[in-house]
Each structure stands twice: as structure tokens, then as C-alpha cells.
């Protein structure tokens, strides 16, 4: 049996946006996982949808927000959910709420480069085009929900 281990003082840690950490585990072709911590106001992710891969997220703190299709859900500690592809969903913290959250991907796609990305349009390194550009490439696709757009959140990051 082979092991992919990942000792917390050795991951790599990620700033997206304004209080929003991701914290990568491991990357295989069976398997992404990471953490994300979002604080109170993170903006935490656009809604999107996966033709390849299962998304799922277990709240090991706070509250997080789920967009899974038109039906936007509170999930608290110690919850999970799955998303199928196909199935547009997004995540943030709710309104007034931190979240830390357990995100994985089964199969897994080399994504964390796609985080990377992510990272470096926070750094001013690339641009928000280059996310767009990069859609197939890490089967992450973005989309609109008017549902997500409504729903109450907290503006203080």
C-alpha cells in the first residue's frame, strides 16, 4: 500500500481572498483535499460546477453556506455534504459566521495548481482571465444563480 501523508507543519497554505485560507493536503488522481478557513465576510467560493468530479465538504467549525443547485443550506458543525458534477454549487461563511470546512474532490485532477492560481490573482501575479481561461483545465466551471446572489451575508472581512 502506498501513503500520502501530509504533516500540517509541511502544507502549503493559500490566501484566495480577504479572509480565506485553503490549506492543501493531498493531490492524486483519485483524491484532492484540502482545508478552508474562512473568517467572518470571506467571500469564499463563486458558483461553479464540476463535469468530472464529486465535490465534497464536511464543517469541522462555524457555519458555511452551500449553494447546491437553486437551494442555498446552512451547514453547521460537523455536517457534510456531497455535490455531484454537473451540479452548480458555491460556499461561503454565513452571514456573521466563521467557517473551517474539509473540501475534497474524488477523482482528484492535479488542483492545486488551480489554487495556486487562485493565489497568485490575489498577489497581483495573474488575472482573473487567466481563472476563466483555466475552466477546463481543472474542471471548474463557473455559472449564475439568483438564489446565491439573494441570501444574506455579512459584508466585514
Not at 78 to 103: L, N, Q, R, Y
Request: glycine letters at 8%; charged letters at 20%; hydrophobic letters at 40%.
Amino acid at each position: 500500500m502506498i501513503e500520502n501523508l501530509t504533516r500540517a507543519a509541511d502544507a502549503e497554505v493559500i490566501s484566495d481572498g480577504p479572509g480565506s485560507f485553503i490549506t492543501l493536503l493531498t493531490d492524486t488522481p483519485e483524491l484532492t483535499c484540502n482545508t478552508a478557513r474562512f473568517e467572518v465576510g470571506a467571500a469564499g467560493a463563486p458558483v461553479h460546477f464540476h463535469t468530472k468530479a464529486t465535490e465534497f465538504f464536511h464543517v469541522t467549525d462555524g457555519r458555511l453556506d452551500v449553494l447546491v443547485g437553486d437551494e442555498v443550506r446552512t451547514l453547521a458543525k460537523g455536517d457534510f455534504i456531497s455535490i455531484a458534477p454537473g451540479v452548480k454549487h458555491a460556499f461561503a461563511p454565513a452571514a456573521g459566521h466563521t467557517a473551517e470546512v474539509f473540501v475534497g474532490f474524488t477523482p482528484g485532477m492535479a488542483r492545486f495548481d488551480y489554487y495556486r492560481l487562485l493565489g497568485r490573482v490575489r498577489a497581483g501575479e495573474a488575472t482573473v482571465q487567466d481563472i476563466i481561461d483555466s475552466q477546463p483545465t481543472y474542471d471548474n466551471h463557473y455559472a449564475e444563480s439568483e438564489a446565491w446572489a439573494a441570501r444574506p451575508r455579512s459584508t466585514e472581512a
